[in-house]
């Protein structure tokens, strides 16, 4: 039978599905007749990597990375319930176009050259929407997360996925979302940080980290419940991301990536919506 609900999330990378929306889909992938459907557009070749043990691996030296994140996806996927996971047109068949920093906090912009393969050559576009299309027709989702058109920090294989994404939901209508931090969450969450001792992160400068106007945001969802799936996850990703205090978190806890920018764990993970309905829940209803 055809579950009742049916979400897919379109992600650029393996770690992004978590950092973004980890919590949204640990609990909708627990919800009865609620299915999770989640694309990774990518294997995340070009990512910087954490554990000094695991340097060897980075895409200007044995170029395995890739390989070894799809481990790390596999792994996450599990700790937040989702069985449902797929690589856009196949694993392996666009890569992870890098980034260049665009000169302001973690924002960045594309690299001046691209792989043959990277996701965001311009050439690829119509395949990729062909790609996910397919998936669509497939799953016939009600509601699809995705980025807002920035991508949320300007990588440009996010901006694709945006890009893509919209343009598939022209074809197979949903309800389309977008996963933002509001900026009334995100500074009361670095003014808790603030407070803590001891974290080994840079604390991020006054609109270091991007956010939106609160007043855009459609949806808020509490992933309080899913802390310890999350958690779990980000430590699935450990190339890609560390972790301080998790095991304490209402002590105060924070996560970063290789820039080693401290980033609040948050308890709530919020969205904007396309028709820009505001609802209670992804689906529409009170109860989600």
């Known amino acids: 039978m055809t579950p009742a609900r049916r979400l897919v999330a379109v992600h650029a990378h393996p770690d992004d599905e978590t950092l973004a929306t980890g919590g949204t889909l640990a ?42 994140r799809v481990g790390e996806l596999s792994a996450a996927c599990a700790a937040l319930g989702v069985t449902d996971q ?7 068949r666009w890569r992870d176009s890098g980034m260049a920093l665009a000169g302001h906090g973690v924002r960045a912009a594309t690299p001046t050259v ?30 699809i997360l995705t980025y807002r058109a920035d991508g949320g920090y300007g990588h440009p294989d996010h901006v694709r996925a945006h890009d893509v994404t919209v343009a598939a939901v022209a074809r197979v209508p949903a309800r389309l979302l977008f996963t933002v931090v509001g900026r009334a969450t ?4 670095l003014a808790r940080l603030a407070t803590w001792n001891g974290c080994p992160f840079r604390i991020p400068a006054p609109d270091e980290l991007p956010a939106v106007p609160d007043a855009t ?25 560390a972790l301080w205090n998790e095991e304490h978190w209402e002590e105060g ?23 820009g309905i505001p609802t209670p829940d992804l689906f529409g209803g009170a109860h989600g």
Not at 118 to 131: H, K, L, M, P, R
Not at 186 to 189: C, H, K, P, V
Not at 223 to 229: I, P, T
Not at 236 to 241: F, G, I, L, N, S
């Open 253 to 275: 806890a924070a996560l970063a990536m290789s820039n080693r920018v401290a980033q609040p764990l948050l308890d709530v993970e919020e969205y904007v919506a396309a028709d």
């Open 114 to 143: 691209l792989h043959p393969r990277a996701f965001a050559a311009t050439e690829a576009f119509e395949a990729q929407v062909d790609a996910l299309t397919a998936v669509l027709d497939e799953v016939r989702p009600q509601v």
């Open 217 to 241: 945001i459609t949806t808020r969802l509490d992933v309080s419940a899913q802390r310890a799936q999350r958690v779990a996850a980000m430590r699935a990703h450990a190339t890609q991301v």
């Open 27 to 68: 609990r909708y992938a627990a919800q009865p007749g609620t299915t999770v459907t989640l694309v990774t557009c990518t294997l995340g070749e070009q990512g910087e990597v954490i554990p000094p043990a695991l340097a060897m691996l980075a895409a200007d030296e044995a170029d395995q990375l890739g390989g070894y």
């Open 86 to 92: 797929r690589f856009l047109g196949g694993i392996g």
């Open 186 to 189: 995100l500074d009361a969450g």
